[in-house]
């Protein structure tokens, strides 16, 4: 189980976008960012390996970081480096992990609805009262 709240407290770049980080909790591993991020915004500068080499600890956010304040969120750093899901408050990435992946098809199911929920329709025993009375 991921815990709620976990802050990276080391990270070491290892090659291409790949970099070994160590949690709070005595976790580690690896993790190959260019798996997971976008090529535009905030994250464009990352591609580069100079810049990409540049990440650090933020001990405020607890989190990586760069100097170009692009960082990621601790939890998700977590769910990728040890592949243990999510919380269920922080999720689900449609990141095509097979946790968030089942997460995500159950919240797209349409839901089966309910006596209470269903929609009434207008009763037709009174058309039928008036024949019966002719």
Not at 34 to 60: I, N
Not at 111 to 125: D, I
Request: aromatic content about 8%; overall charge positive.
């Amino acid at each position: 189980m991921t815990p709620d709240l976990v802050d990276v407290v080391s990270v070491r770049p290892l090659g291409g976008m790949r970099l070994r980080l160590k949690f709070d909790d005595g976790a580690s591993g690896e993790v190959d960012l260019a798996r997971w991020l976008p090529r535009k915004g905030v994250f464009r500068p990352l591609f580069a390996p100079a810049y990409f080499r540049r990440v650090r600890v933020d001990r405020e956010t607890g989190t990586i970081a760069w100097p170009n304040d692009a960082d990621v969120d601790p939890v998700v750093l977590y769910h990728w480096t040890t592949g243990k899901p999510l919380p269920r408050w922080a999720g689900p990435l449609d990141d095509g992990c097979p946790s968030c992946t089942r997460r995500i098809e159950t919240a797209r199911r349409p839901r089966a609805a309910t006596a209470s929920k269903r929609r009434r329709l207008p009763s037709r025993s009174g058309s039928n009262k008036s024949r019966l009375a002719r």
